[in-house]
């Protein structure tokens, strides 16, 4: 630690720092549509309402292949998907990445039991078609700032959490270096009085 700067100054520095990480990242939205007029509709409306990194597949063998190697902030799918199911897929997105992580569903038809399904397999939101798309992304705004707040506030927490390791890595480092002179210091002081006293006897001796 810098000489002049505090913990709470440090403190404040690196959450700082990690917000500004934060708020620099771009929200990433992965979309799982076959349909190609729908994919069309529904990435111009989310490139026209958000500045953030869009990608798009078809099935979901993709959507794995694309979520794990960079996993994304909110998934938009379909309920009918090739070879798949788009209930599946969320709630194995759900269970097998982030609960925290919001999916929204779409479908031309879906069952009220299947809604309380997937709503308890951690799915955010279903979209009935025809649905009217501000709808749809102001839902999606929503989502991505809880997110958002979410990923802010884990950030955080490891921050702090890396500091306290730190600053108890620091006290035992001092600790040890303390005990190190107290024992060079008693060692020393030994070694004074048996001096002292070889020269007192010397001089007994002598008289």
């Known amino acids: 630690m810098q000489e002049g700067v505090t913990l709470r100054d440090e403190r404040r520095v690196r ?39 869009i990608t ?5 063998e993709a959507c794995w292949e694309v979520d794990m190697g960079d996993p994304h902030d909110l998934v938009l799918t379909e309920l009918e998907l090739p070879r798949g199911n788009g209930l599946r897929l969320a709630g194995e997105l759900v269970k097998m990445t982030s609960p925290e992580r919001p999916v929204v569903l779409l479908s031309d038809k879906i069952p009220a039991r299947r809604v309380i399904r997937a709503m308890r397999l951690g799915l955010r939101d279903v979209f009935i078609k025809p649905f009217a798309m501000e709808k749809l992304l102001d839902r999606i705004e929503v989502l991505l700032r809880e997110f ?19 600053v108890i890595r620091e ?13 060079d210091l008693v060692g020393a002081h030994k070694r004074l009085v048996h001096r002292v006293l070889e020269f007192e006897g010397t001089q007994t001796q002598t008289s």
């Open 148 to 166: 958002s707040l979410r990923r802010r506030h884990v950030s955080k927490y490891h921050g702090m959490r890396e500091l306290v390791r730190r």
């Open 15 to 53: 959450a700082v720092q990690a917000d500004e990480v934060v708020m620099e990242r771009k929200d990433k939205i992965l979309l799982v549509e076959p349909n190609p007029d729908l994919l069309e509709m529904l990435l111009e409306a989310l490139t026209g309402r958000f500045d953030a990194h």
């Open 171 to 183: 006290r035992r480092d001092v600790h040890r270096r303390t005990e190190l002179v107290c024992r």
């Open 56 to 60: 798009c597949v078809d099935c979901p």
